[in-house]
């Protein structure tokens, strides 16, 4: 009997624990602003980072990213070959934009609906020493999540880009945009 | 039984033969640059604007835009209440990103491997007055395409938004992004 009830304790225990294991797995209400920023970079894979060109215009491009459960996305590009990394060399300046849209949560709604959630992180992009440990960690770790990432050429000048985010703006009701506080989005 | 076997091949024949009647239907062979480019704006209805903020940082966010044949993006955005309007009226420079991945042609290819295309047509924005014909006319053929825009308060600010493209970039296969001409594109 009583090893029935330490094996209840157990499961109720991991049962309760495994969506804290996911980090962020449900859908937050959203008023809850930075949990709802937390979540919708936490299940996007990919959005559209944006820079400025040689002419100080915006430049847009679709890259994938990973989180890996800190909030702070990195990326992988190319600062030989890709405008977007020879502009971020140039200029580290960017914004990185997602969308629930493409998560299936809109159903219906159009993706410009206030409530269908969309957030911009925007701040500074540093390319990351791949000698040294974050850079190393990362690159492996993006390789693993955007398995073809593996296929690019080491010699073109792949590098890890880590989007240091300061300044968050979420529209995901019928009020005006968010800003979410950078401090409490790193807390969540 | 045979019947239903006609049956079944009529419909599969109409929705293979759906895409061709709406012009720019079928998937160009990726060396035509314009033909390329002008079927993935046709394809898509909504994409990443991108704005400069006040301090000329870049600044993207989620708009539902429509093309009405011509190639021409045309946006709905209110130049009151939306961050991207307010820096559109005081910076029209501008760029609009879209990629093929959201119409599922890509696969299980990652959104950033390059034979999934993305393209983005930069250039300057233009508010386009509303009591002449082009802006009567886009206003109306806007809410028709995205009927939830016909739930945006008029009174907030509501304008279309005109995107004189002045430069495209498009990458659509595993070599290096392409600069298409805009005269070519047009003449699509």
Known sequence: ?????????????????????????????????????????????????????????????????MDAGTGIPYLYDSTKLDLTGIYAVADPRASLTVTEYVLGYCGSNDPQWPICAKLTLSGQLEVLNKSLPEGKWAEEELIKRHPQFGGFPKAMGFDVLKLNVQQIYLVNDMKPRKNVSVIEYFRV
Do not use: C, E, Y
Request: hydrophobic content about 50%.
């Open 1 to 65: 009997m009583k090893s029935v009830m330490i094996l209840t304790v157990w499961l109720i225990m991991i049962i309760m624990a495994t969506p804290a294991a996911h980090g962020l797995g449900s859908r937050p209400k959203p008023d809850d602003g930075p949990g709802f920023a937390r979540w919708i970079v936490s299940q996007n894979s990919w959005g559209v980072l944006t820079t400025l060109d040689f002419n100080k215009s915006p430049f847009g491009n679709v890259l994938s990213f």
